[in-house]
């Protein structure tokens, strides 16, 4: 059994390709630039899962993902990519600085093919770091400051496999893949 995965962040993939390996689906990695639209993640997603199959007309996944500092009502939500632009982790730390760290990666898997189209969601909560840690790869910035529930260190301080059986991502492609294997690709939204 396999998949399409679109995804412009080879980070990315290769977390999804490790995690749905250890579901029994191959994970085909389909380069391809889409946009997405919308104000909340859930309207992003689609957007892009809509765009993604409107080029490729084969059944596939894409993966969005919000960031969510509590203190800020919810900011950056599903705009991580752009205020690390903006700011980089630094200027997050600075934004930071006095208040309440608490902070939830939200990850968002939407199936779609021909017939339609699921959502599927996971998160994980935890805190942002007050340092910036080494070893996250560049493509995924944010593992060098969000510290998980019940951890001591961020991300990029744990095993793959650690991250991979406690992340938002992982918790989202294991929902999905559940879904995918039981269905055989007939129930949708």
Same mark, same amino acid.
């Given at each position: 059994?396999?998949?399409?995965?679109?995804?412009?962040?080879?980070?990315?993939?290769?977390?999804?390709?490790?995690? +749905?390996?250890?579901?029994?689906?191959?994970?085909?990695?389909?380069?391809?630039?889409?946009d997405?639209?919308?104000?909340?993640?859930?309207?992003r997603?689609?957007?892009?899962?809509?765009?993604?199959?409107s080029?490729?007309?084969?059944?596939?996944?894409?993966?969005?993902?919000?960031?969510?500092?509590?203190?800020?009502?919810?900011f950056?939500?599903?705009?991580?990519?752009?205020?690390?632009?903006?700011?980089? +982790?630094?200027?997050?730390?600075t934004?930071?600085?006095?208040?309440?760290?608490?902070?939830?990666?939200?990850?968002?898997?939407?199936y779609?093919?021909?017939?339609?189209?699921?959502?599927?969601?996971?998160?994980?909560?935890g805190?942002?770091s007050?340092?910036?840690?080494?070893?996250?790869?560049?493509?995924?910035?944010?593992?060098?400051?969000?510290?998980?529930?019940?951890y001591?260190?961020?991300?990029?301080?744990?095993?793959?496999?650690?991250?991979?059986?406690?992340?938002h991502?992982?918790?989202?492609?294991?929902?999905?893949?559940?879904?995918?294997?039981?269905?055989?690709?007939?129930?949708?939204?």
């Amino acid at each position: 059994m396999q998949i399409n995965v679109v995804t412009g962040n080879k980070g990315k993939f290769l977390e999804v390709q490790k995690i +749905l390996a250890g579901c029994g689906i191959k994970a085909v990695h389909v380069q391809t630039d889409v946009d997405e639209e919308g104000d909340t993640l859930e309207e992003r997603c689609l957007s892009k899962a809509r765009n993604a199959f409107s080029k490729i007309r084969k059944p596939l996944i894409v993966d969005d993902t919000g960031l969510f500092f509590e203190v800020f009502d919810n900011f950056p939500g599903p705009f991580p990519k752009k205020v690390y632009g903006e700011l980089g +982790l630094e200027g997050i730390l600075t934004k930071l600085k006095g208040n309440k760290r608490g902070a939830y990666f939200k990850c968002l898997i939407c199936y779609i093919d021909e017939n339609g189209y699921r959502i599927f969601e996971g998160v994980v909560r935890g805190r942002i770091s007050e340092t910036i840690y080494e070893g996250a790869p560049k493509t995924l910035p944010y593992d060098s400051i969000l510290v998980p529930e019940g951890y001591d260190k961020p991300f990029c301080k744990l095993t793959m496999e650690e991250k991979n059986s406690i992340s938002h991502r992982g918790h989202a492609l294991e929902s999905f893949a559940d879904w995918f294997s039981q269905n055989n690709q007939n129930i949708f939204k």
